[in-house]
């Protein structure tokens, strides 16, 4: 089994900054990917960005140069810093976990971490 435990979501005022941060556990195959999606209001969940285990990164095109994905592979660990935030960004934030063995597919996902952006 796979957990995937989101934490730092919260409420900030527009052109704040919020770090999330997801721990896996459980029996994962070293060669993954890691990213963060949302959900904002009215629309479907979309990436944010997502990192390889060799530190390959990318960005939702709202997210680059605004949020910093990076990751720890020894703890298991996938943070997304997210600064300059903006009122359109407010959402539901989940972390995910890949993999591919062959032809079968791993896909996990936490329960997600409110964010709030006033204005």
């Known amino acids: 089994q796979v957990q995937l435990v989101e934490s730092g979501g919260g409420l900030v005022q527009a052109g704040g900054s919020l770090r999330l941060s997801c721990a896996a556990s459980?029996?994962?195959?070293?060669?993954?990917?890691m990213g963060w999606y949302r959900q904002v209001p009215g629309k479907q969940r979309e990436l944010v960005a997502i990192?390889?285990?060799?530190?390959?990164?990318n960005y939702a095109d709202f997210a680059k140069g605004r949020f910093t994905i990076s990751r720890d592979n020894a703890k298991n660990t996938v943070s997304l810093q997210m600064n300059s935030l903006k009122p359109e960004d407010t959402g539901v934030y989940y972390c995910?976990?890949?993999?591919?063995?062959?032809?079968?597919?791993?896909?996990?996902w936490g329960q997600g971490t409110q964010v709030t952006v006033s204005s």
């Open positions: 459980g029996s994962i195959f070293s060669s993954n990917s």
């Open positions: 995910n976990l890949g993999w591919e063995w062959g032809r079968d597919e791993y896909d996990y």
């Open positions: 990192i390889t285990f060799d530190d390959s990164a």
